[in-house]
Structures are given as structure tokens and as C-alpha cells.
């Protein structure tokens, strides 16, 4: 039996392979490096894709102090708003 396994791995070893399995080998290399290639790129683009995507929101947690001011109930140094056009307009 051992003698009988040993001759099949033997003779499928040493044979060559056919024109059809050489060239299914060569498309399947081909298609590995063509994705060894491309998959940083497909990666960037998705990185850069959902940054692009949820940029409302990242941007409202970034820039919360640029876009909301503390309100100032009561205080006499604070200016109306035709006050403030007015220092606009200036």
C-alpha cells in the first residue's frame, strides 16, 4: 500500500503539467498580485471615502468651540445684535 501511494505522488511529481492547469496557475499569480497591488489603494479609498462621509460630524466634534459660544445671562459687557452689526459694519 505504502509502496503503491509512494509511485502516484511520485508520477503526479514528475509530470508535467498540462497546457489548461498552466495557464488557470498563471491567471490565478496574476490575479494574486494584481490584488497584492490594488488592495492599498481599494483601502485608502475607503478610508478617505467614510472621512469624506462623516465629515459634519467630525468636524462638530473638532470644532465645537468655534461654533458655539457660552451663554452670558445677565452680564452688561455683552452686545445686542444691532450692536454688533454695527462693530461688523465698521
Known amino acids: 500500500m505504502e509502496e503503491r501511494a ?3 505522488s511520485y508520477e ?3 509530470k508535467k ?3 489548461k ?3 488557470f496557475r498563471a491567471i490565478w499569480r496574476w490575479h494574486f498580485y494584481a490584488g ?3 488592495a492599498p489603494f481599494l483601502i485608502v ?5 467614510g472621512l469624506y462621509l462623516f465629515k459634519p460630524q467630525i468636524e462638530s466634534v ?6 458655539f459660544t457660552k451663554e452670558t445671562a445677565g452680564d452688561d459687557s ?5 450692536e454688533q452689526l454695527d462693530v461688523v459694519k465698521k
Not at 479609498?45 to 471615502?49: E, F, P
Open 78 to 82: 455683552s452686545l445686542g445684535l444691532t
Open 21 to 23: 492547469t498552466s495557464i
Open 12 to 14: 503526479k511529481t514528475n
Open 45 to 49: 479609498l475607503a478610508v478617505s471615502g
Open 6 to 8: 509512494y509511485s502516484i
Open 62 to 67: 473638532l470644532y465645537q468651540d468655534h461654533f
Open 36 to 38: 497584492v497591488f490594488v
Open 17 to 19: 503539467p498540462s497546457k
